[in-house]
Nanobody
């Protein structure tokens, strides 16, 4: 049974930084991709970034490229998302997800965490 637990969200001023964590358990090599999504009020869930746990291949959406960095600690079974130069439009609930298909489509992911709130405001 895959379990994903996000943490690290909070309130930050524009231009600030946060590091989100996704602690994973029960992972299988058959489902090697961990992704981060976000969902703002009234909007659809949007893919932000993913990492392939076997090849360490990463991908970012255009909206966060150059500002966010995804990484993982194999020993801790944890995937991180470093958020830098945050903007008010980054405000959303951030979710991590686990799947076995490339890409940032919601339908590609079978397991989801409960989410952590990120609010960017002055």
């Amino acid at each position: 049974q895959v379990q994903l637990v996000e943490s690290g969200g909070g309130l930050v001023q524009p231009g600030g930084s946060l590091r989100l964590s996704c602690a994973a358990s029960g992972l299988s090599s058959v489902y090697p991709i961990i992704a981060w999504f976000r969902q703002a009020p009234g909007k659809e869930r949007e893919g932000v970034s993913y990492i392939h746990s076997l090849f360490d291949i990463t991908y970012y959406s255009d909206s966060v490229k150059g500002r966010f960095t995804i990484s993982r600690d194999k020993a801790k079974n944890t995937v991180y998302l470093q958020l830098n130069n945050l903007k008010p439009e980054d405000t959303a609930v951030y979710y991590c997800a686990n799947g076995n298909k490339w890409g940032l489509e919601v339908r590609n992911y079978d397991y989801w965490g409960q989410g952590t709130q990120v609010t960017v405001s002055s």
